[in-house]
């Protein structure tokens, strides 16, 4: 028996587990235990399928005996099973951040007990997406993951959060329409929806529908990737969830779309007849995110931006087509999913600590929490890309296949790739001259929780420790970019070359078809 | 692979009111646009299975060329109950935004207006830089040339507190 074959406990145990901590909703210390026990053990099993898959190959799994083209597969790649492992230490970290901020606060903000089992679905549903080889299928996990990010998005109620949710709802839902649509176009045109037997099917297709598909799946992803002219909704929902809620929606929703459409790019309409579109949009969402970043005061929405703006970056990397971009863009995704999530844990703890999240009503805070200080500093330095963190590395490997491609348009990237990281630690800069290094009493409208003197904002020990402890994990990619950049590197060959993927699901005698070259869309 | 003409008028219009009501501000209409949209898509995935046909699976003797394609009636299925889960949520928080605001209409972002208001003039950044800008300047403090009334009563009180506990 193959270990890959165990990949649908990595959906399975979550939603399990939700169910256990519902029927636990009485008891707050058991639901704890079961939701941690059954994120930790969910990692460990993901752990094991990233190694199976790099020393074995691409693998699928079958479900409930319906042979591929008509059936549900899961597949296990290496893109996939780097993405799962990722993904499980951010929410456990996550969640282990939010438990210690329900035993300190109790449950009046936020409904504890009813969060166990949300988030356990969402990840779930966040697993599924990455695990699934059926386009179907990839519809179902980003609406369970939607769904259980609804009831997230508007715990508790209050008024900010019901405004926000419903903006963040709308969208979702009108964007899970257009793919609803796309899915039922591309049955209509080939008759089936396995991936992998669509990427034989579509390169049937005439140039015309397999563009008009080919757009409408991106528009449908990029709406949930926050690509620029779809972002507009990720800034204004976002920041008014709890902490750790915005922390974890940072981190992975958005690198699930980024993901689909990896996978759009590179297996279903592979080649380069979108490349152009694809780089100027990439653009266009690293420059004008961090400009809108630039505007913000509130450290939550500043970070919504950055959020939006690199994922231009990966956008980039994918739109090169080129093993280098690819392999970096994969890399970065990796980067930015816990980089992002640490930060918004800190700017979490910036809260309790001082009152407020507003730069406006800051100061002083490297004096009154050196500790928090340094949490904020290191994913801060990540994100803008200072040497010698993963930050720097993987945008290094993003300008290096930018100019290794040498297209016009492509050196025009690698040098709003630059002003954008430079614009990023212009406005990571004045978030800590702000908040970290000034008085308190230099502040516009200083917080009075900052201006009390004494312990009053005390950190929970848990929210700490949970949030150092995802920063390592940060700075370890770092340390281990060697081999990280080698299962990108090695995903993205794999990845570009599809035979792997398209022969694991239905068989070694289908011929892969040729890639379109259509030199001339440069 | 025919197509029933009905059906696509059908879809065509559910289509367009869907839309038309998704653009509206109130909250209860863009609700009722989103059902539209999700039952116009449900008709094309209807449709993309083909004529109505027999039960597939029914008998052994049918002809499978008389089969209705079964897929694209699964994937209906699923995406019913998908779409009346969110419309169930949908109902649950315009009720809650019409309890906590008494109004059916999308309300703007206060942070996004405060943003677009702030004038290019920022109080840090652009000032007068004062002369002297020792710390312990003889002159008034350069706080007391900010006219924000919270922000010159508080720093008093906790100059005094940190030069005691200094």
Same mark, same amino acid.
Not at chain 1, 128 to 149: C, K, P, W
Not at chain 1, 438 to 457: C, F, I, M, Q, S
């Given at each position: 028996?193959?270990?890959?074959?165990l990949?649908? *406990?990595?959906? /399975?145990?979550?939603?399990?587990?939700?169910?256990? +901590?519902? *029927?636990?909703i009485?008891h707050?210390?058991a639901?704890r235990?079961?939701?941690?026990?059954?994120?930790s053990?969910t990692?460990?099993?993901?752990?094991?399928?990233?190694?199976?898959?790099?020393?074995?190959?691409?693998?699928?799994?079958?479900?409930?005996?319906?042979? $591929?083209?008509?059936?549900?597969v !899961?597949?296990?790649?290496?893109?996939?099973?780097?993405m799962?492992v990722?993904?499980?230490? =951010?929410?456990?970290?996550?969640?282990?951040?939010?438990?210690?901020q329900?035993?300190?606060?109790?449950d009046?903000e936020?409904p504890v007990s009813?969060f166990?089992?949300t @988030?356990l679905?969402?990840?779930?549903?966040?697993?599924?997406?990455?695990?699934?080889?059926?386009?179907f299928n990839? @519809?179902?996990?980003?609406e369970?993951l939607l769904?259980?990010?609804?009831?997230l998005?508007?715990?508790?109620?209050?008024g900010?959060?019901?405004?926000?949710?419903?903006t963040?709802?709308?969208?979702?839902?009108v964007s899970s329409?257009?793919?609803?649509?796309?899915?039922a176009?591309?049955?209509?045109?080939?008759g089936?929806?396995?991936?992998?037997d669509?990427? =034989? %099917?579509?390169?049937?297709?005439?140039?015309?529908?397999?563009n008009?598909?080919?757009?409408?799946?991106?528009?449908?992803?990029?709406? %949930? +990737?926050?690509?620029f002219?779809?972002?507009?909704?990720l $800034?204004?929902s976002y920041?008014?969830?709890?902490?750790p809620?915005?922390?974890?929606?940072?981190g992975?929703l958005t690198?699930?779309g980024v993901?689909?459409?990896?996978?759009?790019?590179t297996l279903?309409?592979?080649?380069d007849?979108?490349?152009?579109?694809?780089m100027?949009?990439?653009?266009?969402?690293?420059?004008?995110g961090?400009l809108?970043? !630039?505007a913000q005061?509130?450290?939550k929405?500043?970070l919504s931006?950055?959020?939006?703006?690199?994922i231009?970056y990966? =956008?980039?990397?994918?739109?090169?087509s080129s093993?280098?971009? *690819?392999?970096?863009?994969?890399?970065?995704?990796?980067?930015?999913?816990?980089?992002?999530?640490?930060?918004?844990?800190?700017?979490? !703890?910036?809260?309790?600590r001082?009152?407020s999240?507003?730069?406006?009503?800051?100061g002083g805070?490297a004096?009154?929490s050196?500790?928090l200080a340094?949490?904020?500093?290191v994913?801060?330095?990540n994100?803008?890309?200072?040497?010698p963190?993963?930050?720097?590395?993987?945008k !290094?490997g993003?300008?290096?296949?930018g100019?290794? /491609?040498?297209?016009?348009?492509?050196?025009v990237?690698v040098?709003?790739?630059?002003?954008?990281? /430079?614009l990023? *630690?212009?406005?990571i800069?004045?978030v800590?001259n702000?908040a970290?290094?000034? %008085?308190?009493?230099? +502040?516009? @409208? $200083?917080?009075?929780?900052?201006?009390?003197?004494g312990n009053?904002g005390v950190? $929970?020990?848990?929210m700490v420790g949970?949030?150092?402890?995802?920063?390592?994990f940060?700075?370890?990619?770092?340390?281990?970019?060697?081999?990280?950049?080698?299962v990108s590197?090695?995903s993205a060959?794999?990845?570009l070359?599809?035979?792997? @993927?398209?022969h694991?699901v239905?068989?070694?005698?289908?011929?892969?078809?040729?890639?379109?070259?259509?030199?001339?869309?440069? | 692979?025919?197509?029933?003409?009905?059906?696509?008028?059908?879809?065509?219009?559910?289509?367009?009111?869907g839309i038309?009501?998704?653009?509206?501000?109130?909250?209860?209409r863009v609700?009722?646009g989103?059902?539209?949209?999700?039952?116009?898509?449900n008709?094309?995935?209807?449709?993309?299975?083909g004529?109505?046909g027999?039960?597939?699976f029914?008998t052994?003797?049918t002809n499978?060329?008389s089969?209705?394609?079964?897929l694209?009636?699964?994937?209906?299925?699923?995406?019913? &109950?998908?779409?009346?889960?969110?419309?169930?949520?949908?109902?649950?928080?315009?009720?809650?935004?019409? &309890?906590?605001a008494?109004?059916?209409?999308?309300?703007d972002?206060?942070?996004? &207006?405060?943003v677009a208001?702030?004038?290019?003039f920022?109080?840090?950044?652009?000032a007068? &830089?004062?002369l002297?800008?020792s710390?312990f300047?003889i002159t008034?403090?350069?706080?007391?040339?900010?006219?924000?009334?919270?922000?010159?009563?508080?720093p008093?009180?906790?100059?005094?507190?940190?030069?005691?506990?200094?």
């Amino acid at each position: 028996m193959n270990l890959a074959s165990l990949s649908p *406990l990595a959906v /399975l145990l979550p939603i399990l587990g939700a169910a256990l +901590a519902f *029927l636990l909703i009485r008891h707050q210390t058991a639901q704890r235990v079961v939701s941690i026990g059954i994120l930790s053990s969910t990692l460990l099993l993901e752990c094991l399928l990233l190694f199976s898959v790099w020393t074995g190959g691409t693998t699928s799994v079958t479900l409930g005996g319906w042979l $591929p083209p008509w059936g549900v597969v !899961l597949v296990v790649d290496q893109f996939s099973s780097l993405m799962l492992v990722v993904s499980s230490v =951010v929410s456990l970290a996550v969640l282990i951040y939010a438990t210690g901020q329900g035993m300190a606060d109790g449950d009046h903000e936020a409904p504890v007990s009813i969060f166990h089992p949300t @988030y356990l679905i969402l990840v779930a549903g966040v697993s599924n997406a990455f695990l699934t080889g059926d386009l179907f299928n990839l @519809y179902v996990g980003f609406e369970i993951l939607l769904t259980a990010s609804y009831v997230l998005m508007t715990l508790g109620g209050t008024g900010p959060r019901i405004r926000a949710g419903v903006t963040y709802v709308v969208v979702s839902v009108v964007s899970s329409v257009l793919f609803l649509i796309a899915i039922a176009m591309i049955y209509g045109a080939t008759g089936t929806i396995t991936m992998a037997d669509l990427a =034989v %099917k579509l390169a049937e297709l005439d140039q015309g529908t397999q563009n008009l598909l080919h757009v409408m799946l991106l528009v449908a992803f990029g709406i %949930k +990737a926050a690509v620029f002219p779809l972002s507009f909704w990720l $800034p204004d929902s976002y920041p008014t969830a709890p902490a750790p809620v915005t922390a974890v929606f940072a981190g992975l929703l958005t690198k699930v779309g980024v993901y689909a459409m990896v996978r759009t790019e590179t297996l279903l309409f592979p080649g380069d007849t979108l490349n152009v579109p694809l780089m100027v949009v990439a653009l266009l969402t690293m420059v004008v995110g961090i400009l809108g970043a !630039l505007a913000q005061s509130d450290i939550k929405r500043l970070l919504s931006f950055t959020l939006v703006s690199h994922i231009g970056y990966m =956008v980039f990397g994918l739109a090169m087509s080129s093993v280098a971009g *690819l392999g970096a863009a994969v890399f970065y995704v990796a980067h930015h999913i816990t980089v992002q999530t640490s930060l918004f844990l800190v700017t979490g !703890l910036i809260e309790r600590r001082g009152g407020s999240s507003s730069i406006d009503r800051l100061g002083g805070l490297a004096k009154l929490s050196p500790l928090l200080a340094l949490l904020f500093f290191v994913p801060a330095m990540n994100l803008a890309g200072i040497p010698p963190f993963s930050g720097f590395l993987g945008k !290094l490997g993003l300008l290096q296949a930018g100019v290794e /491609l040498g297209t016009p348009l492509a050196i025009v990237l690698v040098v709003g790739g630059v002003v954008t990281s /430079l614009l990023t *630690l212009l406005a990571i800069a004045r978030v800590w001259n702000r908040a970290f290094w000034r %008085k308190p009493e230099d +502040a516009e @409208y $200083p917080d009075p929780v900052l201006l009390t003197p004494g312990n009053v904002g005390v950190l $929970p020990r848990t929210m700490v420790g949970s949030t150092a402890a995802l920063v390592v994990f940060g700075v370890a990619l770092t340390v281990f970019a060697g081999p990280l950049f080698q299962v990108s590197d090695g995903s993205a060959e794999i990845m570009l070359d599809r035979s792997a @993927y398209i022969h694991s699901v239905l068989g070694d005698s289908v011929e892969v078809p040729p890639l379109p070259q259509n030199g001339g869309a440069k | 692979m025919s197509i029933n003409l009905t059906l696509l008028i059908v879809m065509g219009v559910l289509y367009a009111c869907g839309i038309y009501l998704i653009l509206e501000r109130s909250l209860t209409r863009v609700l009722l646009g989103l059902m539209l949209l999700a039952n116009a898509t449900n008709i094309l995935i209807l449709s993309t299975g083909g004529y109505a046909g027999l039960a597939p699976f029914f008998t052994k003797e049918t002809n499978p060329d008389s089969y209705s394609d079964p897929l694209p009636q699964a994937l209906i299925l699923t995406s019913i &109950v998908i779409s009346f889960a969110v419309t169930a949520f949908m109902l649950g928080i315009i009720y809650r935004t019409w &309890v906590l605001a008494r109004q059916d209409e999308i309300q703007d972002d206060l942070e996004d &207006v405060r943003v677009a208001k702030t004038p290019s003039f920022d109080a840090e950044d652009d000032a007068i &830089v004062p002369l002297e800008t020792s710390e312990f300047a003889i002159t008034p403090s350069s706080t007391q040339d900010r006219n924000h009334p919270e922000a010159t009563e508080t720093p008093n009180s906790s100059t005094t507190q940190e030069g005691g506990s200094a």
